[in-house]
Each structure stands twice: as structure tokens, then as C-alpha cells.
């Protein structure tokens, strides 16, 4: 990590250089190009991006040269949602919905989130570091630096306690940095099952604290719906996470319009994410209150609905939109960002540029993190991925191709590909 060295043949450097805030509007689609680019760090942090030309006279005989081949540099991508740790997968359930069932059905039968729970319950701690550190290798081969990651698998204190410090630990083994949110309201367990008032006052008074006394979570999140957590109880338990320092995510509006957007309007949360049935009048909410919208559409896509959430009327309304996978066994099982941003281009109508702002910068910002990633900057943390194209929207046009070359995280070298 120590030690300089210099990225040069970059046909296309994009910096996402701007105004340091969230971009909207037609700020999503200026991604700050630089033809014939290169790359200066320093001690895993970026010293200068230019043009090679301009940067030469300052790149010394001790600098190392790294040559990308005429391929396009990006930042690492920064997914901003996703369910990381967790133990076994649902590969029964997917079969299960192709043949006619649907995602709620199988969770009122006992699948659902509530099997990935008995899995979750089960494993040790190692067992769980260890299929974290399989779907961490999956963020990385997709050109992802910075993962979300929530909890929300163990629905009881000291399981859910286990899930962070498994993402505590798998962030110190390095290299995908991990931003860890409690989502202990994310089902009702099955012990509690008709009881899902108390167990919000279990989550409140049993599991917050504890989290918050361990400092195992930067963030809280609750799944909010009206069958589970309804918009008061969703309040009750956000409001108490507030208190103990935690800032907020939201799951809104997925299956209907619950006002859960609204609700992270009232409250000031940092995101509302999914959004398919929010209201003009609710984005709107969000847009007056600043909140980010983090779009899921690999949800809508693996569970076979059709019903994306609408992106272009958020952008036209001045909204920060997000981009992320929703990395989780049941309704989203895929780690790869370029997926999600050919879904977010065919299916969202969102422009190649805007996408890639929304899974860089803009998702920098909605984890208070746009002053060091999310954009090739000097003084930011060295976070990049080199793709074997001429040009970046190749990235979402060759849907389920991975032009990823070579990735670096704090200026390290984190994989290397044939291409
Ligand atoms: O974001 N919506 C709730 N949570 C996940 C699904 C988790 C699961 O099915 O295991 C989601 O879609
Ligand atoms: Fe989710």
C-alpha cells in the first residue's frame, strides 16, 4: 500500500469529478471523462487524476507504472444496499416461484427470510465468516470496493450481534470495506409470530442497545410493511435508534404503497430504498427532505415482477438516486453491480451515465462516505477497477459479460482477471 505508483493507457478515465454533494438532474450524466487519462497514488490514496500529458512532469523515476491497456478506469462501485452475510441459499425457493408461487406465499409457509433464520441461528460465527468471505469474493469480481451490509438473519440479540461481527471481522481481513446496519426488524420471528408488537419492543429494548453499546452498526434499517412492521411500529423502532446515534435506512414501499418513503421523509433518514409503489407526492416528500432513493431492480427482476420502481420521474424530480444490488438469498441473489446497471438502463430507463453515477458517487454520499470514495479525486481513497472496453457504456451493454480486468482497493491491488 506504501509507495507511488502510476495508472497510465486509460482511453477513457472517468473521475466523476464534481461539486461535492449528491449529483441530480443532469449532473448524473457529467461523469467528469478524461480521454488518455492517468492515475497518480500515493499511499493508497489518490494524488492526482488528469490527462497524461499534464501529469508526466510530476511522475518521478521512483514511480511504479501500472498501464491499463487502452481500457476505461471507474471508481469501485459502492453498493449501498445489500444483505451480505447469511447462511445457506434458497435456490428451492427460486424453483418454487418459477413453478407459480409467489415471494410472500412461500414466507406465510415458513420460508422466506424465516428459513434463512433457522441457517443463520445455526451456523457459527466462522461457519458465517466463511460463506461472507465466498460473497465478498463475488462484490470484488464485479469491480465493488464499499458494501452496505445489514443484519436482519438472526432476529435475536446475540444472532444478530453475530452477524455484525462477522462483518466487523471480515472488514479488518480486508479488502471490501463494509458499512454494517442493524436490521433486527426485518421478519418476525417464529417465536413471536403473533406477537410482531413485542417483538419490535424486544428489538427496541433488547437488541438496540446492546448494538449500539458494542458499536456493531452505523446504521438502522426496518422492513417496513404493513404485515410486519406497519409505518408507527417502523417509527417507534427508528425513532429509538435515533436516540442511541444510529442514522436510517428504510425498506419502502416494496409490494405497496405503505408510506414508508414518506415516513423516512418525516424522520430524516439517509435512504428510502426500493420505492416500485411510491407516489409522486411521496417523492416529492423525499426530495424537500433530501432524503436518497436507492433503487433495487435486481428484486424486481429475480422475483419476476414488473414493476420497477420509477427512476426517471425521481430523477426529473431532483432526487440523488441510488443504485444497488439487494444482495440477499430470496429476492436478489446476484453480487454483480453490471447487472444492475443493465437492469437500471432497460428496464428504468436510466442513461449508461446515470446509472454509474448512481452506483458510485451518489452511494458515497448516501453512506456519508462522498468526501473519500465514489469518485477519482485527489485526496480520496485509491478505489478503482480497470475494464477491458473502449468505452464505459460497453459496462451495461454487454449484460451478464465481465469486462472486469483488475481492481484496487485503498491503492492495493484486490484481483486480477483474464481480460
Ligand atoms: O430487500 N425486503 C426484505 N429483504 C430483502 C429480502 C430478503 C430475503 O428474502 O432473504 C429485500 O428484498
Ligand atoms: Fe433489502
Known sequence: MAGAFVVV???????????????????????????DGALLVRDGRIAAAGKYADLKPEIGAEVEVVDAGGGVLLPGFVDAHTHLVFAGNRADEFEQRIAGATYAQIAAAGGGIRATVGRTRQATEDELLEAARRHARWFLAGGTTTVEAKSGY???????????????????????????????????????????????????SEMLPRVAAERLAEFCDVFCEPHLFPVATARRILSAAKQFGMRLRLHADQFGLSGGARLAAELGAATADHLEYTDTASMDALAAAGIQPVLLPGSVYALGLARYPEAREMIERGLAVVLATDFNPGSSPTASMPIILSLACTRMRMTPAEAIAAATINAAWSLGRGGQIGSLEAGKRADFAIYACEDYREIPYHFGVNLLRGLWSRGTRAATFPN
Open 154 to 204: 438472526g432476529l435475536e440479540a446475540e444472532a444478530e450481534c453475530k452477524m455484525l461481527r462477522v462483518m466487523r471481522r471480515l472488514r479488518q481481513e480486508g479488502p471490501l470495506e463494509i458499512i454494517p446496519t442493524f436490521l433486527g426488524a426485518h421478519e418476525v420471528p417464529e417465536e413471536y409470530r403473533d406477537r410482531p408488537e413485542q417483538y419490535a419492543d424486544a428489538v427496541i
Open 9 to 35: 493507457g486509460c482511453r477513457q478515465l472517468v473521475t466523476l469529478r464534481g461539486p461535492a454533494r449528491p449529483r441530480v438532474g443532469p449532473e448524473m450524466r457529467d461523469l467528469g471523462i478524461i480521454a
